[in-house]
């Protein structure tokens, strides 16, 4: 059975602002919150459409995307109010404006009917959900939620995911099981060079030393120049930092900016063990013997893209990323995207063999508001997007223009029968249109079956290549999913103590990444003033907060 989990605060939807003043509210919260919410009104039977049998006006706030160029005209929205008999009046928040946008919104307390693609993180749902703002959707769900319900039985956990201390669900969210996105701590290394050098894949982090030591002195570029560089990370990028793979050897290290994880039911974490100074000891060795690149702690996503790509001859050995596109150009004139191999997850000298996951529920896509005339029908709207068509319809377009259904022997990314296929007219990934949402705007139900049962493309084999490398050499070491830490719901005054506690905790952590590999901090005699320091700096009551959540979280 599938687990899915969220990754912990990362604090709140860049949003400090939104809960300044929430908590003198709280006690005010509506009467009516607390009583049944679901009444009569003009809504048809659970699963029938239209929705309304009347002609109905919802009220919208929703997040801008580049790629939508104008929701009211758009050819999707026609065609969700055409089968709702809903008619949906837009107020459209400009993408670079719009956490100020919701901030103002909420505290004027001039709601609209729905807020959707804001991505409201947890603790804002709990705020504005327990002060009355947000209406619980259990018993809409209960009564009206046919997509939802089916949503939570093809990807179990998301109900876990979604909810609430108490039972309370706030939101709806986006489901988006992005499969090689859920092992995203990956390593790659130029195949060629291993050929050349008559190299095997390493398996061991020994092995893996041997391999950069071979690329740095063997001169594998075949240039007569020592200007190899065998291994790589970045700054700015996904899971493009240094310790993001090579720690999951030496200990779990989960990607989580101050890598915790669940053991035995207690939140903790990896940054002051013994396996974390293992760890950053190889590192250390690593970078003294010239096989890490000094620009992986300071290149942005460009920079990184520039060594990967160099058009004079090739310089770059390994990469840590998420995919093959981050140092190298997908389709890119130099072909090295097709020709870098991930690296399966290795062993370290004690055995610790791991990959982390990650959820692929993006929380509070759809809020209900407590001045909705007619709740039951924007619920209804919401729970209709998770529908196979109405997602399709929604992040590609229309059937027969932009996608179809596949054919009898038609093959999907995953190698089995496809479900459905984009077409030539199909409008490019992010480009502006008036024809979809650009799968950013509202819930949807994408899941694992669905994205890879989408016909794989002979002409862009990529996310083929990105599914065969996942399942092979990272999903047989899958962290186990009792240690992932769930998504969490902390109160107005927990969040408020955590976003300063981690600012302060995550930039030490990875200054000090930095220093001991590079040899700046000596880790064998600054090794306990750095633990010291973390628990100066309150890692314990950092800790402490977390648990408090997660024991609410997990509380039946």
């Known amino acids: 059975m599938k687990k899915i989990w969220g990754m912990g605060l990362s604090v709140i939807l ?139 039985d093809i990807v179990q956990g998301v109900k876990d995911e979604i909810t609430a201390p108490g039972g309370k669900i706030y939101a709806l969210p986006q489901v988006n099981e992005c499969y090689h996105c859920s092992m995203s701590q990956k390593m790659w290394l130029y195949q060629p060079w291993l050929d050349k050098l008559g190299l095997q894949m390493p398996k061991t982090t020994d092995d893996l030393y041997n391999v950069l030591k071979a690329f740095k002195t063997k001169d594998p570029n075949g240039n007569g120049k020592a200007d190899e560089i065998p291994l790589s990370g970045a700054a700015v990028g996904p899971n493009v930092n240094i310790d993001s793979f090579i720690m999951n050897s030496f200990v779990l290290d989960s990607g989580i900016t101050t890598r915790l994880y669940v053991d035995n039911g207690k939140v903790t974490t990896s940054v002051n063990t013994p396996g974390w100074k293992e760890g950053l000891t190889y590192l250390h060795k690593l970078y003294a013997e010239g096989l890490i690149a000094p620009q992986s702690f300071t290149q942005d996503r460009d920079q990184a893209k520039a060594m990967g790509e160099n058009p004079d001859i090739n310089i770059l050995g390994g990469e840590v990323s998420q995919h093959n596109g981050i140092f190298t150009a997908f389709n ?84 089995k029968q496809a479900i459905w296929k984009t077409l030539p007219s199909a409008v490019p990934t992010n480009a502006t249109n008036n024809i979809n949402w650009s799968g950013q705007s509202a819930p949807s139900l994408r899941s694992n079956d669905f994205r890879l049962g989408q016909m794989a493309d002979p002409k862009n084999p990529q996310e083929v290549k990105l599914f065969t490398e996942t399942r092979n050499n990272y999903e047989p070491y899958r962290q186990k999913p009792e240690s992932v830490l769930p998504a969490l719901f902390f109160s107005n005054d927990q969040a408020t103590e955590l976003a300063d506690l981690e600012k302060t905790l995550t930039d030490y952590i990875n200054q000090m990444i930095a220093r001991f590999t590079t040899g700046d901090a000596n880790i064998d005699k600054e090794w306990d003033g750095y633990v010291k320091k973390l628990n100066d700096m309150n890692l314990k009551k950092y800790l402490d907060i977390y648990q408090a959540a997660y024991d609410a979280k997990m509380k039946k």
């Open 14 to 152: 860049a949003s400090g602002v939104v809960l300044a003043g929430c908590a003198d509210k709280q006690a005010d919260a509506p009467a009516e919150a607390a009583k049944d919410p679901v009444k009569t009104s003009n809504v048809t039977a659970a699963g029938e459409l239209p929705i309304t049998k009347e002609k109905t006006t919802i009220k919208v706030l929703v997040k801008g995307f580049p790629g939508v160029s104008d929701y009211a005209n758009n050819e999707f929205t026609k065609y969700l109010e055409e089968k709702t008999n809903i008619h949906i009046e837009w107020t459209v928040a400009p993408e670079k404006s719009a956490v100020e946008k919701l901030n103002l919104v909420l505290g004027s307390g001039d709601l609209p009917d729905v807020i959707m693609g804001f991505g409201i993180s947890p603790t804002q749902q709990l705020i504005y959900g327990t002060q009355g703002d947000f209406l619980d959707l259990a018993p809409y769900i209960n009564q009206y939620g046919v997509e939802t319900k089916k949503m939570f």
């Open 332 to 415: 890119g004139p130099s072909g090295r995207w097709l020709e870098v191999q991930s690296v399966p997850s290795l062993k370290g000298p004690a055995g610790v063999q791991t990959t982390p996951w990650k959820s692929s529920v993006l929380q509070g896509y759809y809020v209900v508001t407590r001045t909705a005339k007619n709740p039951e029908a924007a619920f209804r709207l919401g729970d209709l997007l998770y529908n196979t068509e109405m997602t399709l319809r929604q992040t590609i377009g229309r059937p027969g223009t932009e996608w179809d259904y596949a054919a009898s022997g038609e093959l999907g990314i995953n190698g």
